[in-house]
């Protein structure tokens, strides 16, 4: 059987023209062949979502779909892809969870609606009661073997939890005590789904990070992967979509949003958001949509007083110095750190929600500015004469705040 490295390694190569599902395919037949690995039966459960995450996995190459499906899995429930509908389809799911317990998996889809004890999301009919997709999941995933929530709705919420979020929408991890695997994305690229999968058929849980996400997938940003990323460095700007230069300054998302796409492509392996000209509005972010929006304004500035960390002044400084890589280089690695580690505080796991609104991030950029200027004003009494014996703990202050340690691994988003 493949190693486990190398199966990585395949999930993480952008070898285009073969989908990822079309190149593990043969290996987890093998597995299977050998008894190394057994096809899992699996419920497909569908909340509050537009069905989107089912409609990448159909967008993988044919007939990969089939493969991952029912070759690679014992799909047993998907209420759009079951041959039987209505009742017949309800009561085969009700029979693998209680004669698979505890060897099903359980893949969710859409937000799980919480309000109103879930009646704006129900699911199907049972002794003549209507069940909702809250219950269903609370009666469902303490039976199930893997949970794994596909698509940003499920994980985090996502759309669905959009702000006034009348629905109560929640990520799959909020509502159940289990471990769960989170595949994000709006919707989650099938590649993503296949691969995760593929993982756990061969050898169990993938690495995850502090959002349970596949590190093999979601381990980078798009910033540090982008094909414009000189043009980010070298202070070269689009003014609008679809010129050419870093769309940082028209919304780009790209700095704080964990996701391979500029390497792996999407419809086929053809294009990707920023590439086709448009910002990346951070879809697979944990954030996404409210704690990302306005989609095209740029992340918020971070005035230290000390050093100009926006694009706008370091375009100026760059143009002025003529040849300031280095200083750029600096000023932009700080602010992307400093903007993806303030502007996402609060969201670990332990605490999962999101920023309501930009109200918050705001509120903690006021507290930096704050720090900063307090900062500024120990500075300035340093300046008068007599007083320069503090300033080495004042540099050492100054230092920490520009350049704070490296966040621990539970605090990197
Ligand atoms: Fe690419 Fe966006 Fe980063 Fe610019 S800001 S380099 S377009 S990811
Ligand atoms: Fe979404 Fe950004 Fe990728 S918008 S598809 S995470 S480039």
Redesign the pocket.
Known sequence: MITRRDFIKLCMSTAVSFSLTDRIAPFIQQAFATSQAVRPPVIWLELGSCTGNSVSLENAFNPSIDQLLFDMLDLRYHWLLCAEQGAASVQAMLDTVKQEQGQFWLIVEGAVMTADNGRYNELFIRDGKTVTGLAALQEIAPQAKHIIAVGDCACFGGPAAAHPNPCGAKGVWEVIRQPVINIPGCPAHPDWMSGTLGHLLLYGRPELDSYQRPVMFFGQT??DL?Q??Q??EDGVFARYPGEAG???KVG?K??VTHADCPLRQWNHYVNWP?KAGA??IGCASPQFPDGLMPFFHHLPELQTGLMPLNVKKIGAALAAAGAGGVVTHLAASIFARRIHRHYLKGTKPEQPLPPENLEQVKQELDDLIKRQQSLLAEAKKLARPGKRRNKKRLLKKISGFLQPQAPKKDETE
Do not use: D, E, K
């Open positions: 798009i910033h982008c414009r990323r043009q980010y870093c769309l940082y780009c790209g700095p920023v910002p990346c």
